[in-house]
């Protein structure tokens, strides 16, 4: 059986799994933003083997049965409105949290992506160090919460040569990527109060927004220039032109040994193509979106998971130890 970790509004993890029921495959979605309300969880232990059951009845999700795990877009545990002390409110969620991290490091079967791999890779501050060290092209970046640093940076550069974006965004608090502007320079101050990301400010060609499942590779080009805001192609991605695009031989190789040094077998790959030609790496997010690129551009992307899910269920076997995170 396929297990699905996400949540019933995600439109990404839905669209594979109607792609996997039509491939008659047995799949299920499991949203553990009811854990541990509503979902139970058993682990036991004997001496001859481990037996891991959400359920609290004989109708319950056995992980033995998991061939293949998605660690698409798992949702946090809850904790009990009635539990009213802050500190009984930490406790209780750590503990859940405590329950379900073993349980995935304990699970045997194949993950896209593993949780623990997941996690590191998906830092922007190791994902760039990583890239650099292959050979990939990033822009100069500052990461910093130093004033003096940042100006300093600015400075060089000029503010207009500059973007700034954060780490983190989510859809009640969307931070997209800017370029700095002179009237914020004033506001630099503000950085220690948070690390702050810098870079050079990259001209584009096209945008690039590069899919990898498994061992293949869908690239698109997304003409991000040609809209309104041409820093950051999310927020017009509206009225972009999106086609399938051509990598050079030697940025898909350096982008294949990336995925496999951080351990993913899914990525979604932003770079930025100049008009010399050029590729400047920005960044790969785990559990990036692709239906707008698929869409757009007819790439068959929902199937290659499909595929890669199915694959691995039939052929689980053991997985290896995490790799070392060192070049």
């Known amino acids: 059986m396929i297990l699905v970790l996400s949540h019933h509004r995600d439109e990404h993890a839905q669209s594979v799994m109607v792609e996997l029921s039509r491939r008659g495959a047995e799949a299920q979605l499991l949203d553990l933003s009811r854990f541990p309300l509503q979902l139970g969880l058993s682990m036991h232990y004997t001496r001859t083997r481990s037996h891991f059951v959400f359920g609290c009845d004989e109708h319950g999700l056995a992980l033995d049965d998991c061939g293949s795990i998605w660690w698409r877009r798992p949702q946090h545990p809850s904790v009990e409105q009635a539990v009213q002390r802050t ?73 207009e040569r ?33 690390p702050v990301i810098f870079q050079s400010y990259i001209e584009a060609d096209v945008d690039l927004r590069i899919t990898v499942v498994g061992e293949q590779f869908f690239p698109a080009a997304i003409h991000s220039q040609d809209t309104d805001y041409k820093i950051d192609f999310r927020i017009d991605i509206g009225k972009a032109r999106i086609e399938p695009a051509v990598l050079p031989t030697d940025v898909q190789a350096k982008l294949r040994a990336l995925m496999q040094h951080l351990g993913l077998v899914y990525g979604a790959i932003d770079m930025r193509r100049r008009p010399d030609g050029s590729h400047v790496f920005l960044e790969v997010n785990p559990a990036g979106q692709w239906l707008f690129i698929e869409r757009a551009s007819g790439q068959r992307i929902t199937e290659a998971l499909a595929d890669v899910l199915m694959r691995n269920d039939a052929q689980a076997s053991p997985r290896l130890a995490p790799q070392s995170t060192r070049i």
């Open 87 to 159: 500190s009984h409110q930490h406790f209780a969620l750590n503990e859940s949290v405590e329950a379900l991290t073993g349980l995935w490091h304990a699970v045997d079967a194949f993950w896209v992506n593993d949780p623990a791999r997941d996690q590191v890779a998906q830092r922007k501050a190791f994902q760039l160090d990583v890239a650099r060290r292959l050979g990939l092209e990033i822009p100069e970046t500052l990461i910093t919460n130093c004033p003096q640093a940042a100006r300093e940076f600015v400075h060089r550069l000029g503010h």
């Open 162 to 194: 500059v973007i700034y974006k954060s780490f983190s965004a989510t859809e009640q608090d969307w931070r997209e990527t800017r370029v700095l502007k002179e009237n914020e320079l004033e506001l630099l101050d503000n950085v220690k109060y948070a």
